[in-house]
Nanobody, 118 residues
């Protein structure tokens, strides 16, 4: 199993970033996918998830209306579009796979750093 994130970087407050995750080694099209993040000195927290069909998404309150999760089952990719970024969004962002659809993430990527700063 491999989950490889890309798209992190440094952005000014109010800016946008698009994170992508390429998945392999499991049945992506039937697996709930999620993005989680961990800021320095803080616990890892849920950001967003998307069910296998793409028709059911969930977001943390802190990112609702700013972030959008999507997936392409033909390409085995999941994307997180992040708009109106704030300094408090600074964290390492992880792509993860939840084979049971129960909020239990079994497979994880290596993470990508997102830094929001002027």
């Amino acid at each position: 199993v491999q989950l490889v994130e890309s798209g992190g970087g440094l952005v000014q407050p109010g800016g946008s970033l698009r994170l992508s995750c390429a998945a392999s080694g499991f049945t992506f099209s039937s697996t709930t996918m999620g993005w989680l993040r961990q800021a320095p000195g803080k616990e890892r927290e849920f950001v967003a998830s998307i069910r296998w069909s793409g028709g059911n998404t969930n977001y943390a309150d802190s990112v609702k209306d700013r972030f959008t999760i999507s997936r392409d089952n033909a390409k085995n990719t999941v994307t997180l579009q992040m708009n109106s970024l704030k300094p408090e969004d600074t964290a390492v962002y992880y792509c993860a796979a939840d084979p049971w659809g129960a909020g239990l993430y079994k497979y994880w990527g290596q993470g990508t750093q997102v830094t929001v700063s002027s």
